[in-house]
């Protein structure tokens, strides 16, 4: 069955960038039947859509980090990432990646990575 | 970008009662609702999708409805495991946005 694992530092300096990744298995992301999203989730709080990756790397960022994100996509290591640049404490947080359908809903959810930005 | 609204923010309940949980979406999003489960340490977990479609997996006692603005979730009979946070996701347009979760608790 499709799995999606998140790895990446889980300690970020303030003003430095988050990078995270996300593998894919048992599918290909090259399929081109889904999304490949980001959320996040700070600490006992709500869930904020970061935006989508498509294999051909088209991507759609929630515009209120859309000037610090970045998405990519490695088709040859089936996996996507994520960079958030200029963090700070705000950005501490779960982060997630996600299967999303082509009707924009988590289908399926990696595991989570906590990354806490902090000098 | 549209708001989502979850009523209530918490509530407390007994194994077997009947729950519903309402979200309210700040313009018409049609069908395109969608509700989750968060157990407690645990990623969320597709339970409901376009309103009304029950995920594969999730079990037969979850149900949603509505349209437009207002959609509920309801829980035709509580299970212990059921016991977690429930978000709505409107998926009209993006910014994709949740609702603010409610969470569901043992009385």
């Known amino acids: 069955q499709v799995q999606l694992q998140e790895s990446g530092p889980g300690l970020v300096k303030p003003s430095e960038t988050l990078s995270l990744t996300c593998t894919v298995s048992?599918?290909?992301?090259?399929?081109?039947?889904?999304?490949w999203s980001w959320i996040r989730q700070p600490p006992g709080k709500g869930l904020e859509w970061i935006g989508y990756?498509?294999?051909?790397?088209?991507?759609n960022y929630n515009p209120s980090l859309k000037s610090r994100v970045t998405m990519s996509v490695d088709t040859s290591k089936n996996q996507f990432s994520l960079k958030l640049r200029s963090v700070s404490a705000a950005d501490t947080a779960e982060y997630y990646c996600a299967l999303t359908g082509l009707h924009w809903y988590f289908a399926l959810w990696g595991r989570g990575t906590l990354v806490t930005v902090s000098s | 970008d549209i708001q989502m609204t979850q009523s209530p923010s918490s509530l407390s309940a007994s194994v077997g009662d009947r729950v519903t949980i309402t979200c309210r979406a700040s313009q018409n999003i049609g069908s395109y609702l969608n509700w989750y489960q968060q157990q407690p340490g645990k990623a969320p977990e597709l339970l409901i999708y376009?309103?009304?479609s029950l995920q594969s997996g999730a079990p037969s006692r979850f149900g949603g409805g509505g349209s437009g603005t207002n959609f509920t979730l309801t829980i035709s009979s509580l299970q212990l495991e059921d016991f977690a946070t429930y978000y709505c996701?409107?998926?009209?347009?993006?910014?994709?946005?949740f609702g603010g979760g409610t969470k569901v608790e043992i009385k």
């Open positions: 990756i498509y294999y051909t790397g088209s991507t």
């Open positions: 376009t309103a009304s």
């Open positions: 048992g599918d290909s992301i090259s399929g081109g039947n889904y999304y």
């Open positions: 996701q409107q998926s009209y347009s993006t910014p994709l946005s």
